[in-house]
């Protein structure tokens, strides 16, 4: 039975065409009596609460309007049950996470949580990843007073309060739902009847086990990125393109958003469990009961499993933050080894170049007019002056535009920096002269120094 219903039910979001005729699932049981379950087909067919020991209905998440702009049920499924304004306000903003508790006429308590969790897509992670989200309603009424075999050491134990038990879950996950009807096909189902926070640590083991599970793939995504990046380390000495070319940058910042998303699921889930321990710390009845003892300290227990499965999960986030920051710097010393490469080349070019340089300057020299063949020898130009008037004041003039041009990196031989010194309005040059004065400075106050030490002694 619980497997057919989860069937119906499935993991997956439904679609609009799913929506507009979504199944409602109702289950119910008595004292002294066998689990009983109806599926509805509308919220027409639902009938009001009717003081059941225990009352469940599965319904649909969101939506009081499907494709054809008809109502699909949903504000029946509200009026019908008295849900909280606050719930369906919480539902029509978008509200993600939230606990919340109100009192009701009669003595009527109601408590609701909203849950959110992203899905990463681990076969297609370019694609935009899943959402789950449901939600949680669970009222009671004080039945009677009764007393509850060993609840106490002790031959007397204290009365306690019994409950009508009304819960309604929205598109809840399939551990969830699998989990609520196996507790109640139980023969624990009563503890729910005398504390039912019980059916709120339910609700809560199985969004753990549902978000570990999601933590454990966001985590096993990132492990590939990092095994990925690494091997791109490793390859670094080659200059080939495909050692960046097909790195999916893409990918890799989408798994970290998935971290993000996963740390707030977390943290929500965090504050929720401590709402509802502090709630359930003060609905405690006297002493607390035996059912009460063990509820509290299951709720406490599932903090601490959230939190386990947070500082993985942040643990994980540190190391994407690491892959996206090595992706880059990989990036970048293959762009650095390519132009070492290319510079390489210019550096061979230009040593060949400087091999030939004097031959070719010869040539030129010999190739001008200021040189003539004659039968015997060769005569030179009387006006050959001019050709060096006019060169070495040239080179001259280019040498000092580069020595301009250069900062502290250039270093003369011989201490020849004092024929062409930098200007003063480089910075360099400032560099320079405030570290002159410095070291005046300094040595002059050694010698004051000195000279005080001297008239001390």
Request: charged fraction near 20%.
């Amino acid at each position: 039975m619980s497997s057919t219903a989860a069937q119906q039910l499935g993991e997956r979001q439904p679609g609009p065409s799913q929506q507009a005729q979504p199944p409602y699932h109702r289950i119910w049981r008595q004292h002294g009596e066998t689990l009983k379950r109806t599926t509805f087909t509308s919220a027409g067919q639902l009938r009001p609460w009717d003081a059941k020991d225990f009352d469940m209905i599965v319904a649909p998440l969101d939506g009081t309007r499907n494709d054809s702009g008809t109502d699909n049920g949903y504000q029946t499924l509200v009026n019908l049950y008295e849900i909280p304004d606050e719930f369906v306000w919480e539902r029509e903003q978008s509200v993600t996470h939230s606990f919340g508790r109100r009192i009701g006429d009669g003595g009527r308590m109601m408590l609701w949580m909203h849950f959110l969790v992203e899905i990463p897509r681990t076969e297609t992670p370019e694609r935009q990843p899943d959402w789950l989200k449901w939600g949680f309603l669970l009222s009671w009424r004080p039945k009677v007073q009764a007393r509850i075999p060993d609840c106490h050491a002790g031959p007397s134990p204290e009365p306690v309060t019994e409950y009508t038990i009304e819960l309604i879950v929205f598109q809840p996950p399939i551990d969830t739902f699998k989990r609520l009807f196996d507790f109640v096909r139980s023969a624990h189902w009563t503890d729910a009847t005398f504390d039912p926070y019980v059916l709120v640590d339910i609700a809560l083991v199985s969004w753990y086990h549902r978000i570990d599970r999601v933590a454990w793939t966001v985590t096993e995504l990132i492990r590939k990125d990092e095994v990925d990046i690494f091997e791109r380390a490793r390859m670094l000495p080659s200059i080939a393109d495909s050692t960046v070319t097909d790195l999916d940058l893409h990918r890799i910042h989408t798994n970290a958003k998935n971290a993000i998303f996963m740390i707030e699921a977390l943290d929500a889930a965090i504050r929720i469990v401590d709402l509802a321990l502090s709630d359930h710390e003060l609905s405690g009845q006297g002493g607390g009961g035996k059912v009460w003892q063990n509820t509290h300290l299951l709720l406490q227990h599932r903090r601490e499993l959230f939190h386990s499965t947070r500082l993985r999960t942040v643990s994980s986030q540190a190391r994407i933050k690491n892959t996206v920051d090595l992706a880059f710097h990989i990036n970048t010393a293959h762009d650095s080894r390519v132009n070492l490469a290319n510079s390489k080349s210019v550096r061979l070019i230009s040593i060949v170049g400087l091999v030939f340089l004097p031959f070719s300057t010869i040539t030129s020299i010999f190739g001008t007019q200021f040189f003539t063949s004659g039968d015997q020898h060769m005569s030179v130009n009387p006006d050959f002056w001019l050709l060096w008037l006019i060169a070495v004041p040239v080179t001259l003039l280019i040498l000092g535009v580069w020595r301009a041009g250069e900062r502290d990196t250039l270093k003369w031989p011989f201490g020849s920096a004092e024929l062409l010194p930098l200007p003063s309005w480089r910075p360099a040059a400032r560099k320079g002269a405030g570290a002159t004065s410095r070291g005046t400075a300094i040595l002059a106050d050694g010698i004051e120094l000195r000279n005080m030490e001297a008239q001390i002694v």
